[in-house]
């Protein structure tokens, strides 16, 4: 896992992976706020983006999740959410596999999860096999807009 924000972009870019790097610049040449919700293409399968608007909901009624495919680049364009995290785990089992069909499975509350909180312009990395749980919300359940990064593995020499 890493955390960033766009405004430190300059200096964290330097210690993440190539791709990315490339996702994310990409996106400072947008105009994120006019981008309609759905799938964005950057490089077919192995690179490409998806903007949501969603509303977080209370810990409870979130889940715990993972990916085998993808890495996540979550970037909070507006709204504030907060974020379960925890290592990977190959002892915890999934309550629902879909590995094979959409790159997701997902967990009961992992051990030792953390949570951290993002307001605008704030991104978190989870790479293949991370969990975490997304759409938490703070306080009250509340709309947020966003962009989910998927980058192939392969493109992060995995």
């Not at 994120?32 to 077919?44: K, N, P, Q, T, Y």
């Amino acid at each position: 896992m890493f955390l960033g924000t766009l405004a430190d972009w300059a200096t964290q870019k330097n210690v993440l992976p190539a791709a990315l790097v490339k996702a994310v610049d990409v996106l400072r040449e947008r105009d994120l706020d006019s981008l309609a919700v759905g799938r964005h293409e950057i490089d077919g399968d192995r690179l490409f983006f998806l903007v949501q608007e969603m509303q977080t909901r209370p810990l409870a009624d979130t889940r715990a999740e993972a990916h085998r495919r993808y890495a996540d680049v979550q970037l909070l364009l507006s709204g504030v959410e907060r974020y379960g995290v925890a290592a990977a785990d190959a002892t915890l089992a999934a309550t629902e596999d879909r590995l094979d069909r959409d790159d997701i499975a997902f967990y009961p509350s992992p051990a030792n999860e953390s949570f951290i909180d993002l307001a605008p312009q704030m991104f978190v990395v989870f790479f293949p096999g991370e969990l975490h749980r997304p759409g938490c919300a703070i306080g009250s359940p509340g709309p947020i807009r966003k962009i989910v990064i998927k980058v192939d593995r392969a493109e992060l020499g995995m």
